[in-house]
């Protein structure tokens, strides 16, 4: 029996593989790359928020941020309520520490909604529309925020 016919499909086996390898790896690293993007835009958002906020606003508005990457991990991972056994998205620990930064009413008000992660930019940019009176201060908040709902909206 010859070991032709073998030798040139390991060949195209071994071709293919690598293909779908350097494929694969291409998709985690635009991943990467975007979150990566994202990590960033919530950080100067937060520093913005910081800076330009002040009282009860500033502390709601900087929660805001930062729970938002993890509701946007969850809605992007399509994962659906009966995945935990709690019936949650979060474990009771995750849960606890983001009503902790939240509080009861935003939490209740985030779990009826279908979108979460467009509920909370949407409770952000109106933060900002109502603690922005210096049209600069403003122009500047309301550019980067543009450019952080660009990430994961594209069309903006």
Same mark, same amino acid.
């Given at each position: 029996?010859?070991?032709?016919?073998?030798?040139?499909?390991?060949?195209?086996?071994?071709?293919?593989?690598?293909?779908?390898?350097?494929?694969?790896?291409?998709?985690?690293?635009?991943?990467?790359?975007?979150?990566?993007?994202?990590?960033?835009?919530?950080?100067?958002?937060?520093?913005?928020?910081?800076?330009?906020?002040?009282?009860? /606003?500033?502390?709601?508005?900087?929660? &805001?941020?930062?729970? *938002?990457? %993890? #509701? !946007?991990?969850?809605?992007?991972?399509?994962?659906?309520?009966?995945?935990?056994?709690?019936?949650?998205?979060?474990?009771?620990?995750?849960?606890?520490?983001?009503?902790?930064?939240?509080?009861?009413?935003?939490?209740?008000?985030?779990?009826?909604?279908?979108?979460?992660?467009?509920?909370?930019?949407?409770?952000?940019?109106?933060?900002?529309?109502?603690?922005?009176? /210096?049209?600069?201060?403003?122009?500047? &908040?309301?550019?980067? *925020?543009? %450019? #952080? !709902?660009?990430?994961?909206?594209?069309?903006?």
């Amino acid at each position: 029996m010859s070991t032709v016919p073998h030798s040139l499909a390991a060949g195209a086996l071994s071709l293919l593989l690598v293909f779908r390898t350097n494929s694969a790896y291409d998709r985690f690293w635009e991943g990467r790359k975007l979150w990566g993007k994202l990590v960033n835009m919530t950080r100067e958002l937060a520093r913005l928020g910081h800076t330009f906020l002040t009282g009860l /606003d500033r502390d709601h508005y900087l929660a &805001l941020v930062a729970v *938002f990457p %993890a #509701f !946007l991990l969850q809605h992007l991972q399509g994962t659906e309520n009966t995945k935990r056994p709690s019936g949650g998205l979060f474990s009771e620990k995750q849960r606890d520490a983001i009503e902790g930064l939240l509080g009861h009413n935003d939490m209740e008000l985030l779990w009826k909604t279908r979108h979460r992660p467009f509920t909370i930019t949407k409770m952000m940019g109106a933060i900002v529309a109502k603690g922005f009176t /210096d049209p600069v201060r403003a122009k500047c &908040l309301c550019t980067r *925020f543009r %450019a #952080f !709902l660009s990430l994961y909206i594209p069309s903006l």
